[in-house]
C-alpha cells in the first residue's frame, strides 16, 4: 500500500461548484496532517493544518477520519484562483518526530 | 526577505559530473528537509535534519547523495556521478520544532538538469 495515496485528477469544474478531495495514509501512527497548495512551477504553500475535529478556513474545510485513515479537504464556492495542485501530507511517526510525506497532489481546474 | 533560500536556481551538468546545491533556511528554524520533485509527482522525501544532526535518510536515497547541515544553519546536497535519473526539482524546506503541527517553508527549489 503506497503511503500517501490521492486522486490525481484532473479536477474540471465551473466556479462556484463545491469540490472535494480525498487523501489516505497508511501509517496510523502519524499524527500531523496538512494540505498544501502548489501553483504551476512554484513551491508547495501551506493551505491549513487538519486537526481531529475537523477545521474550517472560509471556504475550505478539512477532516479527518483516523479510523479509516483518511483526510478530505473540501472546498466551497471555487474560484479561478483555486486552480492549483491540492497536496496531502502526513508526518510519518506519532508526535513532533518522523518527516512529513507528500502524496502526488490533485489537479484542480476551476473554470469560468 | 527572510524566507528559505536556494542556490543555484538552475544547474545544467553533464552525466557523471558532480554537483552541490546550497539551502539557507529561515533564521529560527532548526528544521531542515530536502525534498526532490518530477513533473507531476509530489515532493518526494530525501532526508532531513534538526540542527545539526541528519535524524533521517529515505531509503530510497542512492549512497551518491549527500546532504550536510555542519553549523546547524545552512545546508547542502550533493550529487555524485550524476545520472540523467537525477533531474529533478530539488527543494528544501524549513520548520520550527516548536509544536507538532509545525508546517514546512519551502524554498524555490533548484533545477537540475543532467544531459
Known amino acids: 500500500r503506497k503511503e500517501v495515496e490521492q486522486d490525481p485528477g484532473p479536477f474540471n469544474v465551473p466556479e462556484g461548484a463545491t469540490v472535494a478531495f480525498n487523501c489516505t495514509y497508511s501509517?496510523?501512527?502519524?499524527?500531523?496532517f496538512f494540505w498544501y497548495r502548489q501553483d504551476c512551477r512554484k513551491e508547495p504553500k501551506l493551505l491549513m493544518s487538519?486537526?481531529?475535529?475537523?477545521n474550517e478556513d472560509g471556504r475550505f474545510t478539512a477532516q479527518l477520519n483516523r479510523a479509516s485513515q483518511y483526510i478530505s479537504l473540501l472546498i466551497r464556492d471555487s474560484k479561478l484562483s483555486d486552480s492549483a495542485t491540492y497536496l496531502c501530507v502526513v508526518r510519518w511517526g506519532g508526535g513532533s518526530q518522523g518527516n512529513l510525506i507528500f502524496g502526488k497532489g490533485t489537479k484542480l481546474s476551476v473554470k469560468p | 526577505d527572510t524566507g528559505v533560500s536556494q542556490n543555484p536556481r538552475h544547474k545544467i551538468t553533464k552525466r557523471g559530473q558532480n554537483v552541490t546545491f546550497r539551502c539557507d533556511p529561515i533564521?529560527?528554524?532548526?528544521?531542515l528537509y530536502w525534498y526532490r520533485q518530477t513533473l507531476g509527482q509530489g515532493p518526494e522525501f530525501l532526508t532531513y535534519f534538526q540542527n545539526e544532526a541528519q535524524l533521517e535518510k529515505s531509503r530510497l536515497l542512492s549512497d551518491r547523495f549527500s546532504a550536510e547541515r555542519p553549523k546547524g544553519s545552512f545546508s547542502t546536497l550533493e550529487i555524485q556521478r550524476t545520472e540523467q535519473g537525477d533531474s529533478a526539482m530539488y527543494l528544501c524546506a524549513s520548520s520550527l520544532l516548536s509544536r507538532v503541527d509545525s508546517p514546512l517553508h519551502f524554498g524555490n527549489g533548484t533545477r537540475l538538469t543532467v544531459t
Open positions: 487538519v486537526y481531529s475535529s475537523g
Open positions: 501509517n496510523s501512527a502519524s499524527q500531523s
Open positions: 533564521s529560527e528554524h532548526n528544521r
